[in-house]
């Protein structure tokens, strides 16, 4: 018998629809009363491959193709066991230099707890990484990448980035372990590619910080939360003071200085009011690179289901204004990449991966900067020269954090392009959740984009035939 597979799901584009299967990521776009046709056929309960209509035929093995159609009862199950055992294991390409977990912000949002004097107090090391400990972090993360065995590609190469806290803090580390790294890439084959980059607030960059930067070449991105100082209200000091003039003297610093840097945007309820702060932004700074954050919640900071609709419809309404300026978000790229490749995206997080690893400044390694205050996940040190990530049960327990492994996902039409969202997050929204839970922030933006991405498709394929 032909049936529909459990993993297809329709999209209505008012002169046909989609039919989309999940897990194989390739629209078919039928018209509607083909459709029609094809469902009084399947509705028969005697379709079978013996018995397809003419009319049908060509669209049946096209359908059957892309297991859109199956005609065995076990086809769905095989399918889904062949997607999951591609699953990709532990293998490390990224690491997260925390050289100083104290911070000059206490940004409302925070999600790694800096705005919070008592997690501050209690947890923060107010010791910076030294010279001993980032020496010994960059032979840890040279081992993982050896230990690895990537075979580098643009996606994968090796990244190390400068993060806190505010790694500035910390300046003279950054650029002794940035100099140490540089010496290292003529002599290393798996750092030859390396990238450098650092994640700062900006309020502490000065002429001399931004050259130094630039001479030994770690990218620069700011974080910011829109054009405007209403945008930019939750983005404040220890005292509760707004910062947003003096993120505005470093990006003119910056720009002065000819140093090209990206933007990390933190979607707060006020920057997703208005799609037009964040192209004046890049406009007037020339801005060629940058990525959208939702925010997270925390114990004290729950974020609403409405929140999470619109800054996924914000996400794809830049998108669509961005791309007329020829620049790309980060964030929603990675699901294009997948989609118009038809390859799952398992993972939208290097932890959930397996492929990062965090060191902290007193040398103690983790998988994810988000347990940066209580250091949970964090099960090894940079002195331990037996650690292999790719072996680590904590390592391998998040690398099967995807939807694919997920039954609550198994219905989604996003499944494929997913990769899922944050554990910790998933952990924080609910008193009884693990990191195994789902983030449902990315529901809603994964569903969106999904839509968004299949009904931009058809308009170009019909605008392509229209011109012709």
Known sequence: MVK???FTHRFDLVDAVALYHSLRMKPIFLKKNILHTLDNWISTKSSNLDN?????????STLL???ILTS????????????????PKPSVNVCYMIISEMCNLACKYCFVGNNNKNIREKYFQGNNMSKLIADKAVSFFLRQLKLSQIGYTEISKPIIIFYGGEPLINFPILVYIAET??????????????????????????????????DLGVSIAISVDGFTEED?????DPKGNTIFNKLLSSLDLCKQLGVKISLSVTLTENTIKNTKNILNLVDKYNIKAFGFNIMMSSSDFILSNEYNERAAQFIIDEFLELRERGIYEDRIIRKLRSFSSSKIYFSDCAATSGGQIV??????????HGCLADKSYFISDVFDEKFNACENET????SQITPVNQNLCLDCPALGICGGGCPINARNLKQENTIHSVDERFCSHSKKTLEFFIKDLYNIIMNNKNEK
Do not use: A, Q
Not at 72 to 87: A, G, N
Not at 359 to 368: A, E, L, Y
């Open 4 to 6: 529909f597979s459990r």
């Open 52 to 60: 397809v209509p003419v009319d049908l035929t060509d669209t049946v």
């Open 65 to 67: 193709k892309y297991k």
């Open 72 to 87: 065995t009862e076990d086809e769905d199950s095989r399918v889904l066991d062949f997607v999951k055992s591609k699953i």
């Open 181 to 214: 790294i540089n010496t290292l890439k003529s002599s290393d084959i798996y750092l030859k590619d390396v990238e450098l980059s650092l994640i700062t607030n900006g309020t502490l960059l000065d002429e001399e910080k931004i050259l130094k930067l630039k």
């Open 232 to 236: 930019n209200s939750m983005r404040v």
């Open 359 to 368: 060191i902290s400044p007193d040398g103690k390694v983790g998988i994810c």
């Open 395 to 398: 390592f391998l327990e998040w």
